[in-house]
Every structure is written in structure tokens, then in C-alpha cells.
């Protein structure tokens, strides 16, 4: 917490609806310590840039804050806009305003010209007036032959343009060479076919019928199943490059139809092809290239700085209770800024790996993955320090309003603020002397002459004097306040430590990346502040805690809040000593990253595929280690998964194939094994991949038999059928919703790019250098809307309509067709009115007849696979918390989180997919309704919140696995403390997967909720008062067994005054025989437990722990002390009957042992709020059963 300014300025006040400082009810001692109070004094810190400890004032530093006119000054800049209509202006004043906004305007064109966005959208243009050259340059025109379709071309710098890494363009070029072959493949093969069959054999109708369906059917309908089987936009635009290869030479050409041989058209398309990509990859490597690693690393500088200042604030906030820290628009803004650095980052790996691997940098590559993965992790560690913040921001508010409603303050209630309460705890607390021993606090400064109204206050008694056995903690929100007391300033200080090493650049500026400038004083620093705060920590939760007992006549509902306030606190420390061990290994990346640069190896291991081939194993003269396998992965990623959930999983659809067979036993069985197997052969024609092939291929084999009928043909050929075919392999998605966006879209685009080659042809009456200059024009709009706006299918379909129309209209204006060319449209002068009139026909038929095979064909809707995906997800969720978080760690010898390896990386992929899905499920008409797409995007944000809460849950576990040495994941106290609330989580657990079922149900069958949904709440309490219960237990146990050993000590003393070492005679104190020796009174000890837990009842013994049976009792005794092996007393409270377990002597239960429960505790309070939310969306859908309704009609 930082300190107050000089002034004596206070802190700002948490929202709070308790009373004021103006309030009557304070008096003179509470003025005064008010006044000494006014700031939490600093710990001891470390300066991570040095190395060393400081004491001085300090605070944990914001960033920068911007004036509103932009410049850091203040000062108008030079693109400043002047008010120009102002009345007050005179006519001078206002011609030199314009003459100033006209300056302003063309200085923020050039600085915007000088970005990266401007450089990309001159890069584009540039490429894409270099393609169109080859329609309007006749040196140029000639190498593409006399055949049309020269415009390809420039179509291809649009598909494939430079505005990309060096390393995204390598990957353009490898996906490009390969969609090309497939291409040339499909179309020599269907003119062999054509020749073979057609022309030698003449068997002309049977040629056309193979060519239909192997070659367009199945060529083009494994097109669309690539396409959507990977959905990768690279991908997408590869896909599109072969349909119009494959279109423009089987359909359009004669050559197919008329059984001859003829690869003219074949070699034009590959000149254009080849020298399209050429263009654009020559723009992209020599004008302005970008790098795709340097990128990566100037993101993982401004996600390091990003997360400094988000540590920062969410610290501050938590000391000071200040929410508007977390809710004001600095917060947001570095919120803002680490999802998009995030997602370029992300981007950027994979584009950076094509360039270390090109340039033989594996190993780099995988060090630059290990920094992106270290950041990810201090992320989710930041994450969870925002998680309790908020928790405690929550609790504050539940309970700020509980005084003022009934109209008096409690006995245990304060006036104060809740900030001013935290330092008038802090200064009670200050009567033990071991408070804040541990981080050695520095004294108030003496300096400060300036300590503000309150002055006169000073003559009072010393704060040490006050009388504090009456402390008592009423609300929740006295716990909060003596926490930050406790353990504020050790959190100050290591969050400073954090945030500094943060904020610290860790590679060079451009262009200088490869420079990694790492502080050789960092790491001793991080780990001298990482031990001050970890002792500091002990000792103020115990101090805590020892602090809750004073009062312990609480109900159950009371302890269970006090639980969970001490859980959101316990949470947040440790989620801070995490985020400290996390910049570890965030710290040793980057040192290896340093080593791996400055060694520059060189290896291109990723080109040896024989070490991958089976047959040619034998090859490998020394075995491969593990990151020699990981850096040969592969560059492309394999068909794996679909882009669209599938719903309902395999294993269900093959219960319900088996279920009724099952329960017929007596059936034939060879029916029943032809039937099934009949059945699987059928079910791999229900998968919608297979499907969504099927139909592509069915669709275009269909729109192709125009151009192979006689009586059809001349139409196909009049009225541009191969664009209607390209625009229906544009248009065919996955679902009908998807569909229908990309076909508006298509269309609009059409229209649009259509205006503007009419008005650009009529402007330029046809002459080739206007034409020129006003499409470049045209493409500054189309890729202007495709880099900056981001609306990609919009720019690109606009210039790619332009361009077939434009260019096509002049090339045949210089009638270079063939003359066996029959085409309506050729003539002198071009009409270009009926060029675009047959563009926009075609783009029209092709989309409408897409639509209809997307809807009518094996219909895929996006609301049934939303619908289906949903469910089937809830259930999975519920699933995996069954398995219990925890309880799997104590599974035997090699525990395991409760997310399988994996699995996290599949849920997300999952709901990112769903989400995909309720975009495409707003487009779909019903008569039902249009889709609830609101409501299910709420749904959807609960539903990653949970994951959010699931993945926060492997991290615990994960930490747990690894970093305890040795293989011993868990302490003893651990596993202690999972023994004892081993029943309250299972049944929450099972509470949790029930909640998940019944939502997936409700989603699934669409059908209305009861009002007895069970709740989790009262679940999570039980599982709170249980813990409660063991921690008041265990403090009573230790405060006993130190009375003992006093009693024990004190028998000793008295024995020794009496004689030296003799023997003596009678009864002594405590029920220790006379005579007894020191080994027999350890073993009268155990004797005197062993027949208490024999009147208790038997013991019995698992995994070395001891538990009674038929409802005997032992005691565990531990505060920070050892368990014993003593029988509970007859005296003992109900609580100690719940313990019931026996651990061997010298078993300690730490502090830091509660942590796996504090979090446990908190992330199934976030999940039950989450699945809370969904249950109010479902009911505000499908309403609420009453029990009066009568369902049976």
C-alpha cells in the first residue's frame, strides 16, 4: 500500500455504505490514530535493477496517462484539427484555420503512409497494379499466350497479397505451390481421361460421365472438404486458386468436351499462376518487409510492460479496496492491449517458425515458444490475482450494507472506512511484538513536517497502550482489513519487485531484436524478494488466523462466510508467491533464448523426412532426443479436426446403434452382425465432413453438366457459367447460416465492384493508361477495407469483380480472342454493360444455387450444431469435475491434474468453434424466430469464465507436480487436510456434475427448468464450515498439547528440585507415577493413548493414516506443531468427533497447506455463480415449471 503524499493527503476510500469520518460517533483516540494511520508504512524491498534493499518510501507506478490531444505535453501538434465554424472566428481566422486543417490532414496522411498499415496498403496496390500489367502491357500479354483469363493474375496478388510476414508468405507460397499441382493434376488427368476414352475408344458420352464425376465431382468435393477440414484463411484462399484453375480449363475450355489434348490453356494458367505469386512475394521480401520473429518479440515486450502495469494496478487496488482501480480506464485499457498483443503473438509464432526454420534456427524457435509460453503463464497467474481481487470486492459488498440496515452499528462494527478500518487494525495488531518482524519494516518517516489537520492529535497516548483483548471480528470485512495490515506492505514490495522486472524491455528496440537485454541482478533479486515475502506470509496468516479464534461463538452460516473471506485472502497471497515462482522460469527463457542467439547454430533437421519414414529408420545413426522432435513439426498442420463441432460424440451414437440389440439377446446374431455392420458402413456418410464433400462435389458436377450438354453448352459459354461455378464453390460453407453470410457478402461485393468498373470504363472511354490509374485507385479502396477496417470478403470480392470485369473488357477490346472464340460479348467497342451484366447474373445463379444445395442437401443448421455442441460440452465439463479436483493427487505414485493432457487446448478449441457457430446461427431464417443470439453469447461468456475456472484449477495442481523435489507432491498437512474434506468435496463435486447435466438436458431437448434445480451453494458452505471446523480443532489440539508439555516440564523441574536423580515416591502432578523414569514416561504416554483409543473404539489403518471405526475419535494437535497420537478427551466439542484421524508423530500442517482448499473454495464459488447465470438465461428462454402445470394432453 502505498504511502500518503507529503500533504497528508488519505488514501482514496473504498465504496462503502458505512458511515463517514465526519460521523459523530468518533472521538478523540480514534482522531489519533486516524491521524498516525494515514498511510501503511513500507516493508523492505527489492530494487531489481541492483539487487538491493531498500525501506524508502515507494509505489507501485501506473502508466503514463496521455493528454486528450494526444501529445505527452499538451501542446497542439502540427495535426491538430482548428474549429473552422467557431462564430467567434473571424473570416481570417477561418481561412487560416482551413489552410491549417488542410496541413494537419495531409501531415496525419504521411505519418499514416509511414505506418505499417500504410506500408501494407502500398505494398498491395503496388502488387496488384504489377498483376494487372500483364493485361494492359502487350510485352507482358504475349507471355501469357492468346488465350482470355490474363486477369488471373492480378487475382492472384488479391488472394495472395503482400501485406503479411516474411514468414507468412513462405507459408503462402509452400500452400500455393501445392494447391497448383493439384490443379494441374485434376485437369491433365481429365484430359488424358477425355483423350483416352473419348477420342481413341469414341466413347465420347462415357468420357464426359468420368470427367464429371472423378474429376469435378470428386476434384472439387475434395476441395470443399480440405477447405473446411482445415479452416485455415490460407487455406481457404489455396482452395479458391485451384476451383479456378480446375473451372477455367475443364469446363470453360472445348478441349475437355471435344476429346483432344491440348495444354495450351494448361501452361497459360501455370504462367499465370507462377507469375502472380512471384509478384507478390517479391513486394513482400524487397519493399518494406516485415518479420514475423521480430514482431513476436516486440509483442512479448509489450505484453511483459502490459502485464507489469495490470500487476501493478490490481495490487493497489487490492491494499487500498479501491474496485474503481480494476473498473477505471487504465485497467481496461492494458486489458485491451494484452488480447490483442496476445492474439498476434499467437499469430505471429507460427508465422516466425517458417522463418527460423527457413533460415535454420529450430532450436531458436523452440526458445521463442518457451518465452511465449512463460508469458502466457504469468498471464494466468495475473489472471488469478484479478480473480481475488475481485472476490474480495464481492464479499466487501455483500456485507458493507449489514450495519446501516438495521440502523445501529454491531458491538464488533467500526465507523470507519474500510481503509481507514485496515490501518486502525494494523496499529492494534502493532501490540505484538511479532507482528511484521519477519520483513522488517521501516519507521514512520520523521521528515514529513506536513501531516496534515490532525496535527494536535500527537499528545496522546501511544498507540501500544490500548487495551485489545476485546478485539472481536463481526463482519467478514474486519478480516479483510486486518489481513492488509498484516500482509500489505510484504505484498507492496514484491509486487513492486515483479512489476519492475516486468516493466523492463527484454529484447532491443527495431531494429535491433536480436538483442536480448536481460539484468544480471534480476534473478537474485526475484528470489530474495520471493523468500522475504514467503516469511512474511507464514507469519501473517497464522497471525491472522490466531486472530479469528477470539471469538468462537459464530453459527455455521457465519463461520462458512468467515472461511471464505480468509480463502479469498489466503487465495490472493498465494496466487502472488505463484506469480513469483512463475518469473522463474519466465527468467530462465529468456536466458536460454540469450544463449541460443548469441550462439548462432545453424541446423535444418526439419528437411531430413527419411528419419520419419518407417521403412528408413534404419538410417538414424544415433537415436533422436525429445526437442529434436519437437522441432521437426511439421510446417503445416495435419488434418486433425473439423471446423465444426460434431455434437453428439460416437461413443453415444454407437450406445443408441447397440442399445436395442442388447436388450434382445435371443436374436439371430447373424442379423444382428450384418445389421450392425451395415449400420457403421452407413454412419461414415453421416459424418459432416464426408457429407459436406459429397454435397460440393454433387453441386458442381451438377452446374458442370451445363457445359458438356450440347443443348446446354452454348449457354454455359454465353452467360459465364464458370464464374457461377466459382461463386458456388465461394459460397459453399459448412452450415446454412455460414452460407448465407458468405452469399450477401459475395453478392454485395459483386454489385459494388461492378459500379465501379462502369463508371472507371465510361471515365476512361477504354484507354489502357486511365484504366490504369483508376484501378489502382479502385484497389487503395478494396485493401484499404481488407488491412484497416478488417473486412477481408468485402474488399477482396469488390476488386476481384473490378478486376474480371475491367481487364476482361479491354483484353477483348484489342481482339486478341481466338478465332473459334464465340462469345456475344466480343466487339468493337466492348459493351460493358453486358459484361457486367453477365458477371453479376452468374455471381447470382452460382450463390442462389449454392444456398439451395447448402439447404436442401444433407442441411447442416448452425442452431442444432450450437444446440447439440452446447450440450454435449456442459457435459464433458461436468465429467471432468467429477473426477474430482484434488483428490487426484492422490492417486498413488504418479498423480495427474484433473485435465488430462490436452485437454485444456481441446475445450478451448471447442468454445471458440461454438462461438464461430452462434455467429453462423443469427443468419439462419426460421419461422420460429430469429436466433436468440444475445442470450447465447451471454451463455457463451459464463461458459468460458468456467473454463477460465477450470484451467485456474489445473494450475494449482499443476504447481503442486511441479515444483515439490523428489516426487513428493504433497506435504503431509496436505494430504491431511484432503483426507478430512475428502466427503464435503465429493458430494460437491458430484452437485457440480449434476448442475452441468441438467443444464445440457434443458439445452438439448429445449425444454423448460424446475425450481429445484440444486444448488451449490449450500454444497460449497458445508465444504467451508468444514474446514473451518478442522482449523479451530487443530489450533485447540495445539494450545492443549502445549499445555502438556508445560505440565510435562513442570513435573520434570519438580522432580529434579526434589532430589538428584533418586527415586521418587507417590503420585506427582499430572498422573505421573513416582519412580518413573524418562523412558517410562514416555511410555506410560503412549500406554494412556493407546486405552483411550481403545475406549474410543479400533483403529484402523490406510496409507499411514489411523481412522476409528463405529464412531470412535482421535485428535490431530498441530499449530504449527506436530500431530500426536492421543485419544480425544470425553470434554472435547463435536468438532473433534469429525476429525477422526491418526497421523504418525512428527506430521507438521502448515499454513501454506490450507492453499489447495482456499483455491479449490474460490474456484467452485466462481463456477457456481457462472452456471447461476446460465440457469436465469435458459429460464428468461424456456420459462420455469410451476408444479401446477399440466403437462399430459
Known amino acids: 500500500m502505498s504511502t500518503a503524499s507529503s500533504s497528508g493527503q488519505q488514501p482514496p476510500r473504498r465504496p462503502s455504505k458505512r458511515s463517514r469520518l465526519d460521523s459523530p460517533a468518533i472521538d478523540d483516540a480514534d482522531i489519533f490514530l486516524v491521524a498516525v494511520l494515514q498511510k501503511l508504512r513500507n516493508g523492505t524491498f527489492i530494487i531489481p535493477s541492483t539487487g538491493e534493499r531498500s525501506r524508502r518510501n515507494f509505489s507501485l507506478r501506473t502508466p503514463s496517462a496521455a493528454t486528450p490531444d494526444g501529445s505527452p505535453d499538451g501542446r497542439l501538434g502540427d495535426d491538430v484539427f482548428w474549429p473552422v465554424l467557431d462564430e467567434d472566428l473571424c473570416t481570417a481566422e477561418r481561412l487560416a484555420a482551413a489552410a491549417h486543417n488542410c496541413k494537419a490532414t495531409l501531415v496525419r496522411m504521411w505519418r499514416w503512409l509511414n505506418s505499417d498499415e500504410g506500408h501494407g496498403l502500398l505494398k498491395c496496390t503496388l502488387a496488384y497494379v504489377l498483376g494487372s500489367l500483364f493485361t494492359f502491357w502487350p510485352p507482358l500479354m504475349q507471355l501469357l499466350g492468346s488465350r482470355e483469363g490474363k486477369h488471373i493474375t492480378a487475382t492472384i496478388t488479391v488472394y495472395f497479397h503482400p501485406a503479411r510476414t516474411i514468414g507468412s508468405m513462405l507459408e503462402a507460397v509452400v500452400i500455393s505451390i501445392i494447391a497448383v499441382a493439384y490443379a494441374e493434376t485434376i485437369c491433365m488427368l481429365s484430359m488424358g481421361i477425355g483423350f483416352a476414352v473419348g477420342g481413341k475408344l469414341g466413347l465420347l458420352w462415357l468420357s464426359h460421365i468420368m470427367v464429371l464425376v472423378f474429376f469435378i465431382g470428386g476434384g472439387l468435393g475434395f476441395v470443399g472438404w480440405v477447405k473446411q477440414r482445415l479452416n485455415q484463411p490460407l487455406v481457404n484462399v489455396a482452395c479458391t486458386l485451384a476451383s479456378i484453375a480446375i473451372i477455367s480449363i475443364v469446363t470453360k475450355e472445348n478441349v475437355v468436351q471435344r476429346a483432344v489434348f491440348d495444354d495450351t490453356k494448361i501452361v497459360q494458367v501455370l504462367k499465370m499462376l507462377l507469375f502472380g505469386i512471384s509478384i ?44 474503481d482501480e480494476l ?6 485499457k492494458c486489458s485491451d492491449d494484452w488480447t490483442e498483443v496476445y492474439a498476434r503473438m499467437n499469430k505471429t509464432l507460427r508465422e516466425a517458425k517458417f ?16 518465452v511465449f509460453k512463460s508469458l502466457e503463464g504469468l498471464a494466468q497467474s495475473i489472471g488469478g490475482l484479478r480473480s481475488s481481487a475481485y472476490t474480495q470486492f464481492t464479499l466487501m459488498k455483500e456485507t458493507g450494507a449489514e450495519p446501516q440496515a438495521s440502523g445501529t452499528l454491531s458491538p464488533g462494527s467500526t465507523v470507519f472506512s474500510p481503509t481507514l478500518t485496515r490501518s486502525l487494525s494494523w496499529m492494534l495488531k502493532r501490540g505484538n511484538s511479532n507482528g511484521l518482524s519477519v520483513i522488517d519494516e521501516s519507521p514512520l518517516e520523521e521528515g514529513d513536517g506536513n501531516v496534515g489537520p490532525l496535527d494536535r492529535v500527537v499528545a496522546y497516548p501511544p498507540p501500544g497502550h490500548l487495551d485489545i483483548s476485546s478485539r472481536t471480528f463481526r463482519t467478514p470485512s474486519d478480516i479483510f482489513e486486518l489481513f492488509i495490515a498484516l500482509l500489505g506492505p510484504s505484498m507492496k514490495s514484491i509486487a513492486f519487485t515483479l512489476s519492475e522486472i516486468l516493466k523492463e524491455p527484454p529484447f532491443g528496440g527495431s531494429p535491433n531484436y536480436n538483442n536480448i537485454t536481460v539484468n544480471d541482478h534480476f534473478r537474485q533479486s526475484l528470489t530474495d524478494a520471493v523468500n522475504l515475502y514467503n516469511g512474511a ?31 479469498a485472502c489466503g487465495h490472493f497471497s498465494f496466487s502472488l508467491q505463484a506469480l513469483g515462482e512463475e518469473m522463474h522460469r519466465y527468467l530462465d527463457a529468456l536466458d536460454e533464448l540469450k544463449l541460443a542467439v548469441e550462439d548462432e547454430k545453424r541446423s535444418w533437421h526439419w528437411l531430413h523426412f527419411w528419419i520419419k519414414l518407417p521403412c528408413l529408420r534404419f538410417w538414424k545413426a544415433s537415436p533422436v532426443s525429445d526437442e529434436e522432435d519437437r522441432e521437426r513439426e511439421p510446417l503445416i498442420r495435419p488434418i486433425r479436426k473439423s471446423a465444426v463441432p460434431k455434437g453428439i460424440p460416437d461413443a453415444m451414437i454407437s450406445r443408441r446403434d447397440s442399445f436395442a440389440w442388447d436388450a434382445a439377446p435371443q436374436s439371430s446374431k447373424v442379423v444382428r452382425t450384418m445389421s450392425q455392420r451395415a449400420l457403421k458402413s452407413l454412419r461414415i456418410l453421416a459424418r459432416d465432413d464426408i457429407r459436406f464433400g459429397l454435397k460440393v462435389g454433387f453441386g458442381a458436377a451438377l452446374w458442370a453438366l451445363l457445359a458438356f450438354l450440347p443443348h446446354t453448352q452454348p449457354i454455359y459459354m454465353h452467360w459465364r457459367g464458370e464464374w457461377g461455378l466459382l461463386s458456388f464453390m465461394i459460397v459453399c460453407s459448412m452450415t446454412v447460416g455460414a452460407s448465407n453470410t458468405t452469399g450477401y457478402a459475395r453478392f454485395l461485393g459483386t454489385i459494388m465492384g461492378a459500379t465501379c468498373a462502369i463508371i472507371n470504363w465510361n471515365i476512361s472511354s477504354g484507354d489502357p493508361i486511365p484504366l490504369f490509374f483508376l484501378g489502382w485507385l479502385v484497389s487503395v479502396a478494396a485493401f484499404y477495407v481488407i488491412l484497416v477496417v478488417g473486412n477481408a470478403p468485402m474488399g477482396r470480392i469488390t476488386l476481384l469483380a473490378y478486376n474480371v470485369s475491367t481487364l476482361y473488357a479491354y483484353s477483348m477490346s484489342l481482339k486478341i480472342l481466338p478465332d473459334d472464340q464465340d462469345d456475344e460479348d466480343d466487339g468493337a467497342p466492348p459493351l460493358i454493360f453486358e459484361i457486367v451484366k453477365h458477371r453479376v447474373l452468374a455471381v447470382m445463379a452460382g450463390i442462389l444455387w449454392g444456398l439451395i444445395i447448402c439447404r436442401v442437401v444433407w442441411p447442416i443448421s448452425a ?13 464433458q465439463m461436468g465429467l471432468i469435475w467429477k473426477r474430482g479436483p484434488l483428490a487426484v493427487l492422490l492417486h498413488g505414485s504418479r498423480p495427474y491434474t484433473y485435465l488430462k493432457t490436452g485437454e485444456q487446448a481441446a475445450l478451448q478449441r471447442y468454445s471458440s468453434r461454438l462461438e464461430s457457430l452462434r455467429k453462423s446461427a443469427s443468419a439462419e431464417f426460421s419461422l420460429r424466430g430469429p436466433f436468440p443470439g444475445d442470450s447465447m453469447g451471454r451463455v457463451m461468456k459464463s461458459t468460458r469464465r468456467i473454463l477460465d475456472a477450470f484451467h485456474a484449477m489445473s494450475l494449482v495442481e499443476q504447481r503442486r507436480l511441479l515444483y515439490k523435489p523428489g516426487g513428493h507432491h504433497l506435504s503431509e498437512g496436505e494430504r491431511v487436510l484432503l483426507a478430512l474434506t475428502s466427503q464435503e468435496r465429493r458430494v460437491l463435486c458430484d452437485r457440480i456434475c449434476h448442475v452441468f447435466q441438467v443444464l445440457a438436458s434443458s439445452l438439448m431437448m429445449e425444454y423448460p427448468l424446475t425450481d429445484a434445480i440444486p444448488s451449490i451453494q449450500g454444497s460449497r458452505d458445508r465444504l467451508l464450515g468444514r474446514i473451518y471446523a478442522i482449523r479451530k480443532e487443530v489450533a485447540a489440539m495445539g494450545e492443549r498439547q502445549k499445555e502438556k508439555e508445560r505440565e510435562t516440564q513442570e513435573t520434570e523441574r519438580k522432580r529434579e528440585r526434589r532430589g538428584s536423580g533418586g527415586s521418587l515416591t507417590g503420585v506427582g502432578v499430572g498422573g505421573i507415577t513416582k519412580g518413573a523414569s524418562a523412558g517410562d514416561l514416555a511410555a506410560s504416554s503412549t500406554a494412556s493413548a493407546a486405552a483411550a483409543a481403545a475406549a474410543a473404539g479400533p483403529i484402523t489403518v490406510v496409507t499411514g493414516t489411523a481412522k476409528p471405526v463405529n464412531g470412535g475419535t482421535q485428535s490431530v494437535s498441530t499449530n504449527g506443531s506436530y500431530f500426536t497420537s492421543a485419544a480425544a478427551k470425553s470434554t472435547s466439542s463435536s468438532t473433534t468427533s469429525l476429525i477422526g484421524l491418526l497421523l504418525p508423530p512428527g506430521t507438521v500442517v502448515e499454513e501454506r497447506d490450507y492453499a489447495l482448499l482456499y483455491a479449490y473454495a474460490l474456484i467452485t464459488n466462481q463456477v457456481g455463480q457462472e452456471l447461476k447465470e446460465v440457469e436465469r438465461e435458459i429460464e428468461r428462454l424456456y420459462g420455469v415449471l410451476d408444479e401446477r402445470d399440466m403437462l399430459l394432453q
Open 280 to 323: 507478390t512475394f517479391a513486394v513482400n521480401v524487397l519493399l518494406w518487409p516485415k518479420s514475423a520473429r521480430h514482431i513476436l518479440r516486440d509483442g512479448m515486450t509489450t505484453a511483459s510492460t502490459t502485464l507489469g502495469d495490470m500487476l501493478s494496478m490490481i495490487t493497489r487496488g487490492f491494499l487500498t479496496g479501491s474496485e
Open 355 to 370: 522463418e527460423h526454420y527457413f533460415l535454420g534456427h529450430e532450436h531458436v524457435y523452440q526458445l521463442d515458444k518457451q
Open 327 to 332: 473498473l477505471g480506464d487504465g485497467f481496461a
Open 863 to 875: 442452431r442444432k450444431k450450437f444446440k447439440e455442441g452446447l450440450s454435449v460440452f456442459y457435459l
Open 537 to 567: 506470509r507464514t507469519t501473517g496468516l497464522m497471525e491472522l488466523y490466531k486472530s479469528i479464534e477470539l471469538d468462537r461463538s459464530r453459527s455455521e452460516k457465519i463461520q462458512a462466510d468467515f472461511e471464505e473471506v480468509a480463502a
